[in-house]
């Protein structure tokens, strides 16, 4: 079973500072993607940003960037110039096909704050 | 596009009790997932459905079962309720491919007296 950590209960940032958070997982698998989910205080969760993990070049978008290291099942998520919106919970996730479709195992989670 | 909905936002019930919680994925969604939030375990996956047939579960017991509709909207429900099954409870919906992006619902948060 795939099982996916975050060592950061808790970050904080100033704004416009560059932050990263970690995640590392295992998985005796070759095919699956990794997710980092936001959670702000509404609750809704958002995903920021998805990587194949067949694909060695790391996904980014906008500011968000990961840092995807496959042979160290290592997933940071690189969040430049951090705005007052980006606080939130931050969770890492994974998908296989054989742990099963739209089955997302998450990590516990960092709580980010960005401080004006 | 309308995203998922999930209803009700808040509910208060007794030990012993059961509840249903509803989920009303986004229109063309046909796989609708649950997941259990609570501040000890984390988020963990409850079920998954897929055209009115459970595809996938998670390590819960027999008290929580779902169901799905023809028109996709999924209930769960958990009977005989224990207090620690206070939590916030996650609906989301996405596209039948694995991979794909899964849409929350604001969630269902669930007390336990």
């Known amino acids: 079973a795939q099982t996916v950590t975050q060592s950061q209960p808790e970050m904080s940032v100033q704004e416009a500072e560059t932050v990263t958070l970690s995640c590392t997982y295992d998985t005796s698998e070759n095919n699956y993607y990794l997710f980092w989910y936001k959670q702000p205080p509404s609750r809704q969760m958002i995903l920021v940003i998805r990587?194949?993990?067949?694909?060695?070049q790391n996904a980014t978008e906008n500011r968000f960037s990961v840092n995807f290291q496959k042979a160290a099942k290592s997933f940071s998520l690189k969040i430049s110039d951090s705005q007052l919106g980006d606080t939130a919970m931050y969770f890492c996730a994974s998908e296989s096909p054989i742990q099963g479709a739209q089955k997302l195992v998450f990590g516990q989670g960092t709580r980010l704050t960005i401080n004006p | 596009k309308a995203g998922v909905t999930q209803t009700p936002r808040y509910l208060i019930k007794t030990r012993g009790q059961q509840v249903t919680l509803s989920c009303s994925p986004i229109s063309g969604h046909r796989s609708v997932s649950w997941y259990q939030q609570t501040p000890g375990q984390g988020l963990q996956f409850l079920f998954e459905?897929?055209?009115?047939?459970?595809?996938n579960k998670g390590n819960f017991p027999g008290r929580f079962s779902g169901r799905q509709f023809s028109n996709s909207r999924s209930e769960m429900n958990v009977s005989t309720l224990e207090l620690g099954d206070s939590a916030l409870y996650l609906c989301?919906?996405?596209?039948?491919?694995?991979?794909?992006?899964?849409?929350f619902g604001q969630g269902t948060r669930l007390t336990v007296v």
């Open positions: 989301a919906s996405s596209l039948t491919v694995w991979g794909t992006e899964a849409f």
């Open positions: 459905y897929f055209s009115e047939t459970q595809r």
């Open positions: 990587q194949e993990a067949y694909k060695q």
